[in-house]
C-alpha cells in the first residue's frame, strides 16, 4: 500500500514539478567539474553521550570534541491535532581535526522548526492534506511523549481512523563562528537559512554564506530523486568565484556524503571540513518528534 501512495504522490509531483529544484540531469551537469577533481568520503557519524555534540569522521578530518552547551524546544499544535511544529533551538561547539595536525574550532546556533500535518484517507490508501487551521496553544510535554505517532513516521503510516501524519516542512537557520588554527589563526562566520518542503521536500536556501570579511563563499542548494526509493538527496554547493570548492549530500536515513576539491590549500579544506562538519550537527538537532 506504501508503495502506492508514493507511486501515486510521485506521479502528481511529476506533473507540476517542485518548486526551486533542479532535474538529476542538470545538477549532474553542474556537479561534473568537482567530481572530476575532488575527493570523495563517505561520513561515518557517532551518537555521543548526554550534552555531547555527535562525532563525524570522513577523509583526513575527525570531530575531537563537541559539546552542547543549551537545548530548548517548544511543541504546538492546532486545536484539532491535525497539525503540529516543534521548534528546537540548539546551540554546540565542536572542534575539528585533520590527521593529527591543526584544528578547527566551531561555535554555532541551529534553529529547526518541523510542521507535522494529518493527512486524510480520501480513497483506500490514496490520502490528501495537508489539512489544519486553528489557533495554536502549547502542548503538554507528557502527552507529546506518549504520541510514538510523531516520533516516527512508519510508525503511523496507517492508524484505526485512516490517518497519517506526515512530515510537510522543516525549517533550519544555522549561525556558526569557525576560527581555524595554525600560525595566522582565521575566522569564518557560516550563515545559512534554509527550508525543506513540498511532498518530496524540495530544499530552498533563502540565504547562505561562508566568509572571512574578504572572501565570499556562496551555499547553493540542489534536491535530486535518483535513490531507489525515489526518496530526495540534499545538496550543499560551497561556491567561490563561479568554482564549486566542495560539496555536502545528506538524506534522510541515508550516509552523508562530502565532495572536496583536490588542489585547494590545507587550511580551506579545513575551514570547509568543519563548516560542512557544522551543517552535519545541526541537522542531527532537527527535532524527529
Same mark, same amino acid.
Request: hydrophobic fraction near 40%; proline fraction near 3%; glycine fraction near 8%.
Given at each position: 500500500?506504501?508503495?502506492?501512495?508514493?507511486?501515486?504522490?510521485?506521479?502528481?509531483?511529476?506533473?507540476?514539478?517542485?518548486?526551486?529544484?533542479?532535474?538529476?540531469?542538470?545538477?549532474?551537469?553542474?556537479?561534473?567539474?568537482?567530481?572530476?577533481?575532488?575527493?570523495?568520503?563517505?561520513?561515518?557519524?557517532?551518537?555521543?553521550?548526554?550534552?555531547?555534540?555527535?562525532?563525524?569522521?570522513?577523509? +583526513?578530518?575527525?570531530?575531537?570534541?563537541?559539546?552542547?552547551?543549551?537545548?530548548?524546544?517548544?511543541?504546538?499544535?492546532?486545536?484539532?491535532? @491535525?497539525?503540529?511544529? /516543534? /521548534?528546537?533551538?540548539?546551540?554546540?561547539?565542536?572542534? @575539528?581535526?585533520?590527521?593529527?595536525?591543526?584544528?578547527?574550532?566551531?561555535?554555532?546556533?541551529?534553529?529547526?522548526?518541523?510542521?507535522?500535518?494529518?493527512?486524510?484517507?480520501?480513497?483506500?490508501? @490514496?490520502?490528501?492534506?495537508?489539512?489544519?487551521?486553528?489557533?495554536?496553544?502549547?502542548?503538554?510535554?507528557?502527552?507529546?511523549?506518549?504520541?510514538?505517532?510523531?516520533?516516527?513516521?512508519?510508525?503511523?503510516?496507517? +492508524?484505526?481512523?485512516?490517518?497519517?501524519?506526515?512530515?510537510?516542512?522543516?525549517?533550519?537557520?544555522?549561525?556558526?563562528?569557525?576560527?581555524?588554527?595554525?600560525?595566522?589563526?582565521?575566522?569564518?562566520?557560516?550563515?545559512?537559512?534554509?527550508?525543506?518542503?513540498?511532498?518530496?521536500?524540495?530544499?530552498?536556501?533563502?540565504?547562505?554564506?561562508?566568509?572571512?570579511?574578504?572572501?565570499?563563499?556562496?551555499?547553493?542548494?540542489?534536491?535530486?530523486?535518483?535513490?531507489?526509493?525515489?526518496?530526495?538527496?540534499?545538496?550543499?554547493?560551497?561556491?567561490?568565484?563561479?568554482?564549486?570548492?566542495?560539496?555536502?549530500?545528506?538524506?534522510?536515513?541515508?550516509?552523508?556524503?562530502?565532495?572536496? /576539491?583536490?588542489?585547494?590549500?590545507?587550511?580551506?579544506?579545513?575551514?570547509?571540513?568543519?563548516?560542512?562538519?557544522?551543517?552535519?550537527?545541526?541537522?542531527?538537532?532537527?527535532?524527529?518528534?
Amino acid at each position: 500500500m506504501r508503495a502506492a501512495i508514493v507511486l501515486v504522490i510521485t506521479a502528481l509531483v511529476a506533473c507540476v514539478g517542485p518548486s526551486g529544484v533542479e532535474s538529476p540531469k542538470s545538477a549532474t551537469a553542474n556537479d561534473a567539474d568537482l567530481r572530476a577533481h575532488a575527493d570523495r568520503w563517505e561520513v561515518l557519524e557517532r551518537k555521543s553521550g548526554s550534552g555531547k555534540a555527535r562525532e563525524f569522521q570522513f577523509g +583526513d578530518y575527525a570531530t575531537v570534541a563537541g559539546e552542547i552547551s543549551a537545548h530548548s524546544g517548544k511543541t504546538t499544535r492546532t486545536h484539532l491535532a @491535525l497539525e503540529k511544529r /516543534r /521548534r528546537v533551538v540548539t546551540s554546540y561547539s565542536l572542534v @575539528l581535526q585533520r590527521a593529527g595536525a591543526d584544528t578547527a574550532n566551531v561555535q554555532a546556533t541551529q534553529t529547526a522548526e518541523v510542521t507535522w500535518h494529518t493527512l486524510l484517507e480520501f480513497l483506500p490508501g @490514496l490520502y490528501i492534506g495537508p489539512v489544519g487551521g486553528g489557533v495554536e496553544y502549547s502542548s503538554d510535554p507528557e502527552e507529546d511523549e506518549e504520541e510514538a505517532c510523531w516520533e516516527d513516521d512508519d510508525a503511523c503510516w496507517d +492508524d484505526d481512523d485512516g490517518h497519517k501524519r506526515v512530515k510537510s516542512s522543516i525549517d533550519e537557520q544555522l549561525a556558526a563562528t569557525i576560527v581555524v588554527g595554525g600560525d595566522a589563526a582565521a575566522s569564518w562566520r557560516l550563515a545559512l537559512d534554509a527550508n525543506r518542503s513540498g511532498v518530496l521536500f524540495g530544499l530552498e536556501v533563502r540565504s547562505a554564506s561562508l566568509t572571512d570579511g574578504q572572501r565570499m563563499i556562496t551555499v547553493t542548494p540542489t534536491t535530486t530523486f535518483e535513490r531507489a526509493d525515489r526518496g530526495p538527496t540534499w545538496t550543499y554547493r560551497f561556491v567561490e568565484g563561479g568554482t564549486t570548492l566542495a560539496a555536502l549530500e545528506f538524506a534522510d536515513r541515508t550516509q552523508s556524503v562530502v565532495w572536496m /576539491r583536490q588542489e585547494l590549500p590545507q587550511d580551506t579544506k579545513l575551514m570547509l571540513a568543519a563548516a560542512m562538519t557544522a551543517i552535519l550537527q545541526g541537522q542531527a538537532t532537527t527535532p524527529q518528534k
